[in-house]
């Protein structure tokens, strides 16, 4: 059992592309924790905080029921559920109080290549597949744009071949989704990084100055982000995607390889942590022998 009275709990996505940068951003806030025999719950050793660890669509459900103080997921998700709660006559179910810098995405229209659709206003009559119903019915509304949403659950993209949407309204991060289904990629809705929420309700004070504490502990880690030295090959014509793979990169340095036309070696200035995940996403580009190196000093 927790103790509700003096312990915090944070709800955060159980497995997915949030997690990851989730555990990271507590344990450098100093949490250690242990995770319970279901694996469903880390329990902080080091701090009166513990992790609820659910899938993402539940966790402004949880900070909304009192269940949890705090929770990290999607601001898409978390916009979604406010219109949610505020259609049911729920205003301020939680309140964002942290933008992370992770999971940046956008929710973006899709137009089919094959369709005379070019942009929102022509979307009147229309279906438009989403997961994200609310943001984008409101959306429809203000525009005053008569279209008829339809909710996917996932695998938005194939809504329009399927026969079941005319367009599309999906997170995009890099566009090769929709670009793989042959959608081109339209106005943006709402930008979206993972976000802190926290319950509107009074805590104790005990767990306030915690919450304060974890707060302040996370604007250090944003502030000092560990820099990174980052050197690979890669071909020549893969050098814009993987800039714009690299998070907080400054212009890279090309360096021709001897004996090789179409390849180069770049080196780069990362200033925001790099994960696995963005070195495969670079050998996907095309990059080979990445290597990274931490920066001792640097003078800008
Ligand atoms: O199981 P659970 O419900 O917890 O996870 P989930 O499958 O709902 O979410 P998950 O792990 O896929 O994403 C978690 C959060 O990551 C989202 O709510 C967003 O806030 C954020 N995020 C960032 C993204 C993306 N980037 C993203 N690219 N979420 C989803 N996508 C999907 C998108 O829906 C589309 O299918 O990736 C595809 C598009 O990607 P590109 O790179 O091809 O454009
Ligand atoms: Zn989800």
């Not at 709800?11 to 924790?33: F, N, P, V």
């Not at 008569?146 to 071949?161: D, L, M, N, T």
């Not at 890099?174 to 979206?192: F, Q, V, Y």
């Amino acid at each position: 059992m927790i103790d509700k009275e003096t312990r915090i709990k944070v709800a955060i996505q159980k497995s997915g592309r949030l997690t990851e940068h989730s555990l990271d951003l507590l344990q450098r806030c100093g949490l250690k924790y242990t995770r319970g025999r279901d694996q469903l719950i880390g329990y902080g050793e080091n701090m009166p905080l513990d992790i609820l660890l659910v899938r993402d669509d539940d966790i402004p459900g949880l900070v909304r029921d009192d269940i949890c103080d705090l929770g990290i997921c999607g601001l898409n998700i978390v916009e979604e559920k406010r219109q949610e709660f505020a259609t049911d006559g729920i205003d301020n179910p939680f309140s964002v109080i942290r933008e992370l810098d992770y999971g940046h995405c956008r929710l973006a229209f899709g137009y089919p290549e094959s369709s005379s659709l070019k942009q929102a206003a022509d979307l009147g009559g229309k279906r438009v597949a989403t997961s994200y119903p609310a943001i984008v019915q409101a959306y429809l509304k203000k525009q005053e744009i008569p279209a008829e949403v339809v909710e996917f659950s996932g695998a938005v993209e194939i809504a329009p071949s399927l026969g079941r949407a005319d367009a599309i309204c999906d997170l995009v991060s890099t566009g090769t989704t929709m670009k793989a289904n042959r959608i081109t990629e339209g106005e943006t809705i709402l930008d979206s990084e993972a976000v802190i929420i926290r319950t509107p309700l009074e805590i104790s004070a005990e767990k306030q100055s915690w919450v304060e504490r974890l707060l302040q502990r996370i604007d250090g880690v944003m502030q000092v982000r560990e820099s990174k030295y980052i050197m690979m090959h890669a071909p020549k014509t893969a050098l814009s995607e993987i800039s714009r793979l690299l998070p907080g990169s400054e212009a890279p340095t090309v360096l021709p390889l001897e004996g090789k036309s179409d390849k180069v070696a770049v080196h780069v200035v990362c200033r925001e942590t790099v994960f696995w995940e963005t070195l495969e996403n670079l050998k996907d580009a095309g990059a080979s022998s990445v290597l990274v190196m931490p920066v001792e000093k640097m003078l800008a």
